[in-house]
């Protein structure tokens, strides 16, 4: 009997074992909060290159942003749209936001999801650095590329919007009137697909879900593995730049770096940090488009700086200075709802800091041209010699440990007599009797 069992489970195999449950689905998750710069365009793109990749169910992009670069979003819009894989954009978490170039991100995705207590909206256009000219001239010349970025930015989101079979109308108002609204009416106004309180709500609602890019297999998302894609080191760093109070901030070091190597030549660490600081800040600056005539008014600034501690000036530069540096960074973006701008407690404290260590620097620099001078014949007057031979009235005298010609200012002195140092005619020093 035993042989008879054995031999009917060998026969089949599927009744010796269980079958084998399928591997629960994935669904890669990409968290990215900050400004839309270069790094977040690469960060992005490497996130739906790798859900692809690891054959993922869905990325899920949850995104909080202020805004940013126009080029940026585009790339990250361009991968979106190319995507092998269904792309899930969650504006989380709750007071998160996704304004101007998150917007237009939010709605290429092939599910827009909003938490409540989120908001979208503000994508009108905002031109950073100026053009060029004045008066009435250069307010024309800005008021006509005004009208050509909007118009420009109002297509493409209509096209966006059309390919998602989303609300174009809306999209027009977003970018022309710099709309915004809260999750739940962007529900209602078929600007986002959904709203969900959290992650693992938002894959339970969209399980199941056939997107007209993936018509032959629906989205598999309830109970799915989640696998965090996270932003390289290089990201992280290159994010953390690309940002106008961090560009400010280093700026702001590089050049108190620079003024103390300039102060006290050979110290190099400063040297070495300001100048790095300073490439970094450069660096920066060009990611973000920043006006040339911004950053030219901050280097006059600090250029100025350096003039006060070569000439005084009674404070007349370092004043010049800050005023130069403070409009400079007035100038260097033009911020109406893009997310790009110097905060103002970022302003104050950086200009605080370059007027006290300047402050300092030149305080210094005026107590040691006070002080009396220690070499030469001004460094003698005043120091105690003694009379090694008789000055009748001229002999010689010992000062530490040398022995110099002297002449007595008041008759003979015999030898062993300490005098004082009252001043020096070559190498004669003039001296009278030290006295009590």
Not at 238 to 255: C, E, F, K, Q, R
Not at 375 to 392: H, K, N, Y
Request: charged content about 15%; aromatic content about 6%.
């Amino acid at each position: 009997m035993i042989k008879l069992t054995m031999m009917v489970l060998l026969a089949n195999p599927s009744w010796a074992a269980p079958a084998k449950a399928p591997a629960p689905p994935q669904v890669m998750v990409a968290t990215y909060s900050g400004i839309i710069n270069p790094a977040a365009a690469e960060y992005l793109q490497a996130a739906v290159a790798e859900a692809a990749r690891q054959r993922c169910a869905a990325l899920v992009i949850e995104l909080d942003t202020p805004g940013g670069l126009d080029l940026a979003m585009r790339e990250i819009v361009k991968a979106i749209l190319a995507a092998t894989v269904p792309v899930i954009v969650y504006v989380a978490p709750a007071g998160a936001r996704a304004a101007s170039a998150g917007v237009f991100i939010t709605m290429a995705a092939h599910v827009a999801a909003m938490t409540p207590g989120t908001n979208i909206g503000a994508a009108h256009p905002v031109q950073l650095g100026g053009l060029p000219g004045t008066g009435k001239e250069k307010e024309k010349t800005d008021s006509v590329m005004e009208g050509k970025v909007t118009n420009d930015a109002v297509a493409y989101l209509q096209a966006i919007s059309a390919r998602r079979g989303r609300n174009a109308a809306w999209a027009f108002a977003g970018v022309a009137q710099s709309t915004s609204i809260v999750s739940a009416e962007a529900v209602r106004e078929n600007v986002v697909d959904l709203e969900a309180e959290s992650l693992q709500d938002l894959l339970v609602a969209v399980d199941g879900r056939v997107l007209p890019d993936f018509k032959d297999r629906p989205l598999r998302t309830k109970g799915a593995q989640i696998v965090r894609f996270a932003m390289t080191g290089r990201q992280k760093l290159l994010a953390a730049v690309s940002d106008p109070n961090i560009a400010m901030i280093l700026m702001t070091l590089g050049v108190s770096g620079l003024l103390i190597e300039l102060y006290s030549p050979g110290l190099i660490l400063p040297g070495i940090v300001g100048v790095i600081s300073l490439i970094m800040a450069f660096y920066s600056f060009q990611t973000l488009s920043a006006s040339f005539a911004g950053v030219l008014l901050i280097l006059v600034g600090f250029l100025l700086y350096v003039l006060e501690l070569k000439f005084h000036s009674y404070g007349l530069l370092a004043l010049s200075a800050t005023a130069a540096v403070l409009f400079g960074t007035l100038m260097l973006f033009r911020n109406s709802g893009g997310g790009l701008s110097v905060s103002w407690s970022v302003i104050l404290s950086t200009l605080g800091t370059l007027v006290l260590l300047v402050a300092a620097l030149v305080a210094i620099a005026a107590r040691a041209f006070r002080r009396r001078s220690k070499t030469g014949a001004e460094g003698l007057i005043g120091r105690v010699a003694v009379v090694d031979t008789d000055l009748a009235p001229r002999g010689k005298v010992t000062l530490g440990g040398e022995l110099w010609r002297a002449e007595s200012l008041e008759g003979d002195i015999p030898a062993g007599t300490e005098v004082r140092v009252e001043g020096a005619e070559g190498l004669t020093l003039k001296v009278r009797p030290k006295g009590p």
